[in-house]
């Protein structure tokens, strides 16, 4: 595809329930990220790959979210337990390399309820 | 730690006007990049300008146009002659060069062009 795609757009959790969140970036960017995004907040950075190699998860909010990009292309973003504050758009961005400028899909809005 | 900072939550202006939006940014790096990104009331985040520390030089794209000063540790937009279609959330991010690469974003300013 032409750009970063996400699936699925929209999701309705019931509070405790895992979810799987995919990101396809665009073919041949090296590098990953995940972000969350509150109403009315900017992008808060939750991960970094560099092709399948994790190297920053540093802004995972606890250890219920896990995000893995086993053959350095498509990426999951998973949630267990997900909880009401999980609540949140979740966006996933990739790039040529870190520095160069990051290219969004049109994030997975996440409801909890 | 690195920060950006954008003091302008909500800016209304009516069609036509120049607007600037302020970004001031923190950061120990000395070799850093800083971004501008769009993101229009579908949602998607729309990538507009990156700079590196090592340039200073100001740019102009068409309306837009970008005054990034180290003194001062700002990287401000100007669009200049706005239009009704420019209304959005301008993100302004730093990025420095260090280990375990990420973005920084600031909140964000809410940009109304009206008619």
């Known amino acids: 595809g032409a750009g970063v795609s996400q699936s699925p757009r929209y999701k309705v959790a019931k509070r405790g329930q895992d979810v799987a969140l995919r990101c396809d970036p665009i073919s041949g960017h090296v590098s990953l990220f995940w972000y969350q995004q509150a109403l009315g907040q900017g992008p808060e950075f939750l991960t970094y790959?560099?092709?399948?190699?994790?190297?920053?998860k540093s802004g995972l909010p606890s250890d219920r979210f896990f995000a893995e990009r086993p053959e350095g292309s498509v990426s999951t973003l998973k949630i267990q337990r997900t909880q009401q504050e999980d609540s949140a758009v979740y966006l996933c961005?990739?790039?040529?390399?870190?520095?160069?400028?990051?290219?969004f899909g049109p994030g997975t809005r996440l409801t909890v309820l | 730690a690195q920060k950006v900072t954008q003091a302008q939550t909500e800016i209304s202006v009516v069609e036509k006007e120049d607007v600037t939006l302020d970004c001031v940014y923190e950061?120990?790096?000395?070799?850093?990049?800083l971004f501008w990104y769009k993101q229009p009331p579908s949602g998607e985040l729309v990538f507009l300008i990156r700079r590196n520390s090592f340039d200073e030089q100001n740019e102009i794209s068409g309306r837009y146009s970008w005054n990034f000063q180290k003194s001062t540790s700002s990287f401000n937009f100007t669009i200049t002659a706005s239009q009704v279609v420019d209304s959005a959330v301008y993100f302004c991010a730093l990025s420095a060069d260090n280990y375990g690469q990420n973005f920084v974003f600031g909140p964000g300013t809410r940009l109304s062009v009206l008619p």
């Open positions: 950061t120990r790096d000395t070799t850093y990049y």
């Open positions: 961005a990739s790039s040529l390399s870190a520095y160069n400028e990051q290219f």
């Open positions: 790959f560099q092709n399948e190699a994790q190297l920053d």
